[in-house]
């Protein structure tokens, strides 16, 4: 990589310590975790040729918004020091696991995060957003892969695109994958119009089974979409494996609102945290008049997360290249990357690892609270 030349010489013979160049980042934060470089482990690699500097950033989420802020912020600290004559500062990624509190779980081989998506209602648009925000974090460069947990009503495999079989490799499930993620669905096991009609343990054991038998490929985001409502799927989520938290879907509407009330709640005393709400279907624009109508309500989503006490992770508007989109397998966030729904999935998107991040620090160290997370 190239360096960043300062077109100075180091004077006479300074000699440049390790120790400088760490002390110097010590004033350089993450305003995503609020911590410095250092204390965050953040910086590794650190090498010094005469009076050139090389160093890595290793951030906690990718496609972080301050990435470029601290890049610039890390190569300023570190000219500083005398002797110094260029530095190259590599910016990377590694997302880290959060920490559960129940030991009796045992960790999902080959995931490091499992994230709840749910709604206390059905028709919010939860497969809609539990797709965008995967495709979302792929795109900003983690790895992400897919349960549908609707094991009544499996769509996640239409909105992906996907149309196959699962295969194995002798001893586990291999996943389809499309878009960069990875996917395990009930309608890769039955067909197009066979119901699923089963009990509560017949639920628990496919669920297992997608969790523990699946040949996951080194996931950082796990993200479960679970069928609407308060019932035997999410029991047996929050049974069988420690989940980082919980995103839960509403439209602005009473009702909508009424029964994620009741869905945070649950969520709560299964020992899952609630780590975000998404108001989806949230206004229209008119696409000639550029008029914006609040069809079901307006702000109802913030205000319940504020009420709840659980971060906000944005609006998504009701634009039917969403539903079109999710009709033929080609998701907004893929088929129109710059319209302002899909920057509205990738900020929620961000938000979500952001707050993953966050939780895993203060879960490591017990020091940093959700409320000083930065959007």
Not at 99 to 108: E, S
């Amino acid at each position: 990589m190239a360096f960043w030349d300062f077109k100075k010489q180091p004077a006479g013979d300074v000699v440049i310590a390790e120790t400088a160049v760490v002390d110097a980042l010590r004033g350089v934060r993450d305003p995503s975790i609020d911590r410095d470089l250092v204390a965050a482990k953040f910086v590794k690699n650190v090498k010094i040729d005469g009076g050139r500097v090389s160093f890595t950033v290793e951030q906690a989420i990718y496609g972080s918004a301050a990435r470029d802020a601290i890049r610039d912020q890390a190569r300023a600290a570190v000219a500083k020091i005398p002797g110094v004559s260029a530095v190259d500062v590599d910016m990377t990624a590694k997302v880290r696991a959060v920490p559960g509190t129940d030991f009796n779980k045992q960790p999902v081989p080959g995931v490091k995060n499992v994230i709840a998506v749910g709604a206390g209602k059905g028709g919010v648009g939860k497969t809609t957003v539990s797709v965008n925000l995967a495709i979302a974090l792929s795109q900003a460069g983690a790895r992400v892969a897919m349960i549908d947990g609707d094991i009544y009503g499996p769509n996640v495999p239409i909105m992906l695109g996907i149309s196959t079989q699962l295969t194995t490799d002798g001893k586990r499930i291999v996943p389809a994958e499309q878009y960069g993620i990875q996917l395990v669905s009930m309608a890769f096991l039955t067909t197009d119009d066979s119901p699923v009609i089963w009990r509560g343990p017949m639920l628990h054991g496919v669920i297992q089974q997608f969790f523990r038998e699946v040949a996951w490929n080194d996931v950082d985001y796990l993200i479960v979409d679970l069928p609407p409502g308060t019932g035997d799927v999410a029991l047996s989520l929050s049974q069988s494996v420690p989940v980082a938290g919980a995103v839960l879907v509403t439209t602005p509407q009473t009702v909508s609102l009424a029964d994620t009330r009741r869905a945070v709640k649950m969520y709560e005393k299964l020992n899952v945290p609630p780590v975000g709400i998404v108001e989806n279907m949230s206004h229209y624009i008119c696409p000639t008049c550029r008029t914006e109508s609040d069809i079901f309500g307006k702000g109802g989503g913030e205000r319940l997360a504020t009420e709840m006490n659980v971060p906000f992770f944005g609006r998504i508007p009701i634009y039917e290249p969403i539903r079109i989109g999710g009709d033929t397998g080609v998701p907004i966030t893929v088929g129109e990357p710059k319209s302002i729904a899909a920057q509205a999935f990738r900020s929620a998107a961000e938000q979500l690892a952001t707050h993953l991040a966050v939780l895993s620090f203060r879960q490591a160290s017990k020091a940093i609270p959700l409320t000083q997370v930065r959007g």
